[in-house]
DNA sequence: TAACTGTACTATTTGTGATGGTACACTTAA
DNA sequence: TTAAGTGTACCATCACAAATAGTACAGTTA
């Protein structure tokens, strides 16, 4: 389900968090569902309960899950998360689209890649 | 010429690499023009003239700047680098767009933004 | 009650970024 | 020839973040 890249200069917690936004975001974790807990997921991943401790920890600053005591932590159902990852992408994008036509590159090109683009 | 954002994550060293790379890519500095001497730059920016001898060697091994021994770092005039900073810049952005249509926006309206995009 | 959950600590190790300082080889201009 | 400026290569040190290791406690559930 989650996969760490060691090659990945960033930090592990960091990774987590990002896969976790990634399912949930495509649905692949549905609002409700139960998170692996702290523990059997740093099991999984041969990494300490801490660093998943701190990535569920911010997963949760972000809205994307929610802890309930004794219990786990559990999916947020929040249908704003999608609209704000759209505005996060689109604005990276256009950072570089902004780059890549000031060093000339023409729109129509930029398009055209886009066009093509499989998804 | 160069200034560096304390409130950015990213180390000074990379900080000093992205700016000059931008400026090169640019054309704000010519090829074989001398770029700032590694004291002079640390003085400047209030920095370890350490900290700028790193920057410089990144700089060179990803062959933006040449060095020479007694004389300075010179900006190097490989017009290559123009066409491999479109390519990472389209890789990221078609990463990007990959994601954002996965989430449910739809190419037109992504297309739409970059044509409203003003450079 | 036992086994699971989250949570909160503390201590320690490790790696990177950055600093401070020294030294040496080379180039250039006085 | 000399002095000042260049790059370069070290070393020691500090600061900080990431990650580990371990313990403890409170809540939930079968």
Redesign the interface.
């Known amino acids: 389900m989650i996969i760490i890249d060691y090659k990945d200069t960033r930090p592990i917690y960091e990774q987590v968090v990002e896969k976790f936004k ?1 399912l949930i ?2 649905g692949a974790l549905q609002a409700d569902e139960q998170m692996p807990s702290v523990r059997s997921l740093a099991m999984e991943l041969s990494i300490n309960p801490n660093t998943i401790q701190k990535a569920y920890a911010e997963l949760e600053r972000q809205g994307f899950i929610y802890a309930v005591k004794g219990r786990g932590n559990f999916v947020s159902g929040d249908g704003r998360l ?1 609209e704000e ?2 505005c996060e ?2 604005q ?3 950072e ?10 023409t ?1 129509m090109e ?2 055209r ?3 093509q ?1 499989q ?1």
Do not use: F, N, P, S
């Open positions: 990634t975001l495509h999608v990852r759209k992408c689109i990276k994008i256009l570089l689209a902004r780059e890549v036509l000031e060093i000339g590159m729109k930029l398009i890649e886009i066009e683009l998804v």
